[in-house]
């Protein structure tokens, strides 16, 4: 894996390896949002292996946006992890994939993913294992950065208040084994502890935040002022 033709995401993804990973991956995704037909997403960081998969399902818009410093998709709308160009509430759905491990601070484009997304919307991350076979080689590009276990994946989501629904993980055998065709062992594989798994998937949900029952009945006029700062749409 260590060689030329693999340092980039953009190579490794074009390899057999590659290919096998986003096949995994991708099936989880069309598991997972099933329907988007009519829906705006957003994918973060190096989704051009799974952004077919999404127009398949015909929805509204598709925006790809990287906010990370390296320049692995020449097309994809360059932004701040800080401040992402888009109004709150704007889409339905967030893909972020080979994002977060690639940022000093992942929390503040999580802040930023629960502003832009619709109540309710869903945002599925992909992150390296840290515990996977993979994460101990660390010779494939997705694991050159910071690598995440399940639990420090979910708490990171929970604690910018994205309710964690679902996890699993992906991609079993070591990267050498894909030099050969190993789909079928690779399902079986799939069954095994969630920490075996070279990639975590974390499903999580955006919840409307209620505001607290003292204020609303103590001082309206506070909570009111209160509720529209944080349902107000100051960027367009």
């Not at 329907?35 to 960081?45: D, F, H, K, N």
Request: a positive charge; glycine letters at 4%; one cysteine or more.
């Amino acid at each position: 894996m260590q060689n030329d033709e693999n340092r980039t995401l953009g190579a490794f993804y074009a390899s057999r390896c590659g290919r096998s990973v986003a096949a995994q991956l991708s099936a989880f995704i069309e598991s997972r949002w099933p329907s988007a037909e009519g829906r705006r997403i957003l994918t973060l960081g190096y989704a051009t292996p799974f952004c077919s998969v999404l127009e398949r399902k015909k929805p509204q818009v598709i925006i790809e946006a990287d906010p990370t410093d390296t320049k692995e998709t020449r097309s994809a709308l360059k932004v701040s992890p800080l401040s992402l160009p888009f109004p709150d509430a704007s889409f339905h759905a967030v893909l972020a994939v080979n994002v977060l491990e690639r940022l000093l601070q992942p929390e503040m484009l999580l802040k930023e993913v629960r502003r832009i997304l619709m109540n309710g919307g869903s945002v599925i991350c992909i992150t390296p294992n840290k515990y996977s076979l993979w994460g101990v080689r660390r010779d494939a590009p997705p694991m050159r950065n910071r690598l995440f276990s399940a639990k420090e994946a979910a708490e990171m989501l929970n604690a910018n208040l994205l309710n964690v629904t679902y996890q699993k993980s992906a991609v079993f055998l070591p990267p050498a084994a894909y030099t050969r065709n190993v789909a079928m062992l690779d399902e079986f594989m799939s069954y095994l502890p969630l920490s075996a798994g070279a990639f975590v998937l974390t499903e999580a949900r955006k919840q409307a935040v209620a505001l607290p029952q003292k204020i609303k009945e103590k001082n309206y006029k506070s909570a009111r002022i209160t509720k529209a700062s944080i349902f107000s749409s100051p960027r367009s």
